[in-house]
């Protein structure tokens, strides 16, 4: 577990910041700004849950773990080190993309069929899924740049296209089954 007995520590006073691994980098690095948005996309999901209930609740508290991993895993580079060393990191699996995958599938199956796109809204609850959804659609892009440039853990990327496609169908789940979806309407206000 993490102890952590004091906030600020100083270290990051010149525009620096400490990977898992230990190196120093610039705030504004890409990993940074990768893992720091999946962190982002976790405060979203606390607003959300803010609207939720039962088991839609509880799936997105299981969520907001995962993306802990996912930071966890973002903000340690080095993925060939893993075998050696005496506490392998915190890496994200597939069985995680699974659980998603599974959830949307039993979701998805009492939704209405979609007869055009969705614009965010409906419910409240709806409103702050399709926010979260685009925050990780952020995050996937900035991860898969991530991995064109550095190594990552490819079940990361596969989480986070996963998880924004959870979103949708979650958001449309929360507006009775799809019923109080707001439609686009294609040239409604020429």
């Not at 853990?153 to 799809?178: K, Q, T």
Request: proline share 4%; charged share 25%; net charge negative.
């Amino acid at each position: 577990m993490v102890v952590l007995n004091r906030i600020y520590t100083r270290g990051g006073d010149d525009g620096d910041t400490a990977l898992g691994s230990g190196e120093r980098v610039p705030k504004h690095a890409l990993r940074v700004e990768t893992y720091g948005t999946v962190d982002e996309t976790n405060a979203a999901i606390g607003l959300a849950r803010l609207h939720a209930a039962g088991e839609i609740a509880a799936r997105l508290a299981a969520i907001q773990n995962d993306l802990f991993d996912l930071g966890a895993d973002l903000c340690r580079p080095g993925m060939e080190r893993d075998a050696e060393a005496a506490h392998p990191p915190l890496r994200v699996t597939g069985a995680q993309t699974g659980r998603l995958e599974a959830e949307i599938d039993a979701m998805n199956a009492d939704l209405a069929p979609l007869r055009s796109f969705v614009l965010p809204g409906g419910s409240a609850l709806a409103a702050h899924l399709h926010q979260c959804r685009t925050l990780a659609r952020r995050a996937e892009r900035l991860t898969a740049r991530l991995a064109r440039e550095e190594e990552v853990n490819p079940h990361a990327l596969r989480y986070l296209n996963r998880l924004s496609d959870w979103f949708f169908v979650a958001a449309r789940a929360a507006n009775d089954n799809g019923a109080g979806d707001v439609l686009w309407v294609p040239g409604a206000n020429r």
